[in-house]
């Protein structure tokens, strides 16, 4: 897999099943670019466990709204639909690779 765009409009049906990590940011956040190269390796790493989806929160204030996105990056873990963790800002591929592993 790769890491896949998302919009307001297929959030909820991009989350909706399995396990997922949302990275909530934007192109000229720092921390944001930093974030990038670790999530396609753990995307790579993950395969067919973990599915990774990125918003840009500029283009897509609604999803950032509903979620109570303050800071970003803002990282959101979902399994099957539901939230179930939350990380803000820069995390270490081990520390994203650890919490998936706890929702599977």
Same mark, same amino acid.
């Given at each position: 897999?790769?890491?896949? /765009?998302?919009? !307001?409009? /297929?959030? #909820? /049906? ?8 949302? %990275? ?31 918003? %840009?929160? !500029?283009? /897509?204030?609604?999803? #950032? ?5 303050? @800071? ?7 399994? !099957? ?10 995390? @270490? ?12």
């Amino acid at each position: 897999m790769a890491v896949t /765009n998302v919009t !307001d409009a /297929n959030f #909820a /049906n991009e989350t909706k099943e399995g396990l997922v990590l949302a %990275d909530l940011g934007a192109p000229w956040c720092g921390p944001c670019k930093m974030i990038a190269p670790v999530l396609e390796e753990l995307d790579a790493e993950m395969g067919e466990q973990a599915k990774i989806v990125k918003l %840009d929160v !500029d283009q /897509n204030p609604e999803t #950032a709204q509903e979620y109570g996105v303050m @800071s970003i990056p803002t990282l959101l873990f979902f399994k !099957d639909g539901g939230l179930v963790d939350k990380k803000v800002g820069f995390k @270490s591929r081990e520390e994203l690779a650890e919490t998936l592993n706890q929702h599977q």
